[in-house]
C-alpha cells in the first residue's frame, strides 16, 4: 500500500500529497491476535493504574522511558539516572540530558493537550519550542519552512502538504 501520491505543481515541481488518515487496513488473523493480546496487556496496566495511589507515577516513568528511547533512535544518549539527577537538580552539564528533558516535557504537554485542542501549526510551533529550550537549534524557533523543501529521496514538496497532513491528523484524532 502507497502513502501517498506525487503530482507535478504548478511550477513544476514534484510534490508528495499524502493519503487521508487513517488508512483502510487489512489485518491477517496473525495480527488481529496480536492485537487483542496487546488489549489485555493494556487492561492490566490500567488494573495497576486504579490501584496506584498516585497513578501520575505510572504515566511520568512511561513517559520518561519513551522520551529516552526515542532520543538514543535520533543520536541524543542520555541514562535515566542522568535524567532524574537533572529533573532533582536543574543542573548538567550535558546537553544531551537537557535535549531529553524537554523530549519528555513536550510529549506530555502534547499527551494533555489532544484532549483539548487540534493539530494546527501553532500546536507544533509550541512542541518544538518545548523541545528546543536551553538546546542547541534553539534560535529556529517559532520558524517554519515555506516555499519548497527537499525530501530524502531527492523530491521536493510543499508547505501546502504540511496543511493537508495536518488536517488529515484532526480527522484521524477526532
Not at 513544476?12 to 496473525?30: C, E, F, G
Request: net charge positive; hydrophobic share 35%; proline share 3%.
Amino acid at each position: 500500500m502507497r502513502s501517498g501520491t506525487y503530482i507535478l505543481s504548478l511550477n513544476s515541481y514534484k510534490t508528495y500529497i499524502p493519503n487521508h488518515l487513517p488508512p483502510r487496513l487489512k489485518l491477517s488473523p496473525t495480527t488481529l491476535r496480536r492485537i487483542d493480546e496487546a488489549n489485555y496487556l493494556l487492561g492490566r496496566v490500567e488494573t495497576c493504574r486504579d490501584l496506584l495511589p498516585n497513578a501520575s507515577l505510572l504515566i511520568y516513568s512511561s513517559l520518561q522511558k519513551e522520551a529516552i528511547a526515542s532520543s538514543t533512535i535520533e543520536g541524543t544518549i542520555a541514562s535515566p539516572d542522568e535524567l532524574v539527577r537533572f529533573q532533582a537538580s536543574h543542573h548538567t552539564e550535558r546537553m544531551a540530558v537537557r535535549e531529553v528533558d524537554n523530549y519528555g516535557k513536550a510529549l506530555e504537554w502534547g499527551f494533555q493537550q489532544l484532549s483539548e485542542r487540534d493539530i494546527t501549526t501553532n500546536f507544533i510551533c509550541t512542541l518544538h519550542k518545548i523541545l528546543l529550550n536551553n538546546v542547541r537549534g534553539e534560535k529556529t524557533l517559532d520558524v517554519l519552512k515555506h516555499g519548497k523543501m527537499q525530501l530524502e529521496n531527492g523530491l521536493t514538496t510543499r508547505s501546502r502538504t504540511l496543511s493537508l497532513s495536518l488536517a488529515h491528523l484532526n480527522v484521524w484524532k477526532n
